[in-house]
C-alpha cells in the first residue's frame, strides 16, 4: 500500500449527481421534547461545511438523527440520493457515513492499534486508510500504538476516534466539537487533517463551537437557534456575516 503522500487524491462521493447530503423539514425528538424543528440543508460532495450556534441550538442532534440515534424522526435525508430516514442506524452508517461523537467512545482496554484495526468496513474497502496512512497523517498515534486508551491524552484520544472512521471506508464524516478543549497543538493537526481530507474528496459536516477553528476550514456555514437553520451563507461572504455571527453567537 503506498504511503499518504504518494496516494492519489480519489473521488469518494460516488457517481450520482446528488448531494452527498440533503436534509429537508428535518424534525426529531428525544422522548417528548421537539428540538429540531424543520431543518433543511445540503452538503454537495468534496465540502466542508460547519453547523454554528450556542448549545442548545440543535446541532448536535442534527448529527444524531442523521444516524438515527435521536427518537421519533419525520421528514427526508437523502445520502447520495437515497433516502435513509426510516433506516436502522447500522444500514445508515453502510452509506458510507461516518460519526465522530463528542465523547469519542474509545476501548479503554484495547491500545491505539488495536482500536484502529477493530472498526469493520462499511464503505469502499478501496477508500478504508491503511494503518501505515493513519500513522503517517497522526504521527502521535504511531509514537502511542501500544499504548492503552486509558493512557492517551485528550487530543490522541480524539485523533484515535477519527482515524479509526478513517478506516472504516466512510466518504461522509459527521464531526461533533472534535476541537473541543484540546491543547492548540493538538487542533493544528486536526485542522491539517481536515484539509488534507478535503483535498482528497472527502465530505465533512462539522459541528463546532471553535469558530477560529472552523471558519478558515469551511466551505459553507449553517447557523442554527431553536432547532432550525436561521442563517446560510458561503466561505466568501464570511466577513460580510460577521454582525450577524456576533449578534447570533458572540463570536
Not at 440543508?41 to 465540502?47: D, F, M, P, Q, Y
Not at 484495547?110 to 464503505?123: A, D, F, M, T, Y
Request: aromatic share 4%.
Amino acid at each position: 500500500m503506498n504511503t499518504l503522500a504518494e496516494r492519489e487524491s480519489v473521488e469518494v462521493s460516488g457517481a450520482t449527481g446528488e448531494p452527498a447530503l440533503a436534509i429537508s423539514g428535518l424534525q426529531a425528538w428525544y422522548g417528548e421534547s421537539h428540538i429540531l424543528h424543520g431543518v433543511d440543508l445540503s452538503v454537495n460532495r468534496g465540502e466542508v461545511v460547519t453547523l454554528l450556534g450556542r448549545n442548545g441550538a440543535g446541532r448536535t442532534t442534527t448529527l444524531r438523527a442523521i444516524m438515527g440515534l435521536t427518537g421519533r424522526r419525520t421528514g427526508s435525508i437523502r445520502v447520495s440520493g437515497k433516502e435513509t430516514i426510516d433506516l436502522p442506524t447500522h444500514k445508515i452508517a453502510h452509506c458510507g457515513i461516518g460519526y465522530c461523537p463528542e465523547e469519542r467512545g474509545i476501548f479503554s482496554s484495547l491500545s491505539c492499534e488495536e482500536n484502529l484495526l477493530l472498526p469493520p468496513p462499511i464503505g469502499d474497502r478501496s477508500l478504508m486508510m491503511s494503518i501505515d496512512e493513519i500513522y503517517e497523517m497522526f504521527p502521535n498515534l504511531k509514537e502511542r500504538r501500544a499504548s492503552q486508551g486509558t493512557r492517551l491524552s485528550g487530543g490522541e484520544q480524539q485523533m484515535l476516534a477519527v482515524a479509526r472512521i478513517l478506516r472504516t471506508g466512510a466518504n461522509l464524516l459527521l464531526l461533533d466539537e472534535i476541537s473541543e478543549g484540546l491543547a492548540p497543538v493538538i487542533v493544528q493537526a486536526l485542522a491539517r487533517m481536515i484539509v488534507t481530507l478535503k483535498a482528497r474528496g472527502y465530505t465533512i459536516v462539522m459541528v463546532e463551537q471553535n469558530f477560529r477553528f472552523a471558519a478558515p476550514l469551511a466551505d459553507r456555514f449553517y447557523v442554527m437557534e431553536h432547532g432550525g437553520i436561521v442563517e446560510h451563507f458561503g466561505a466568501s461572504e464570511l466577513e460580510s456575516k460577521m454582525p450577524v455571527l456576533h449578534d447570533l453567537l458572540g463570536v
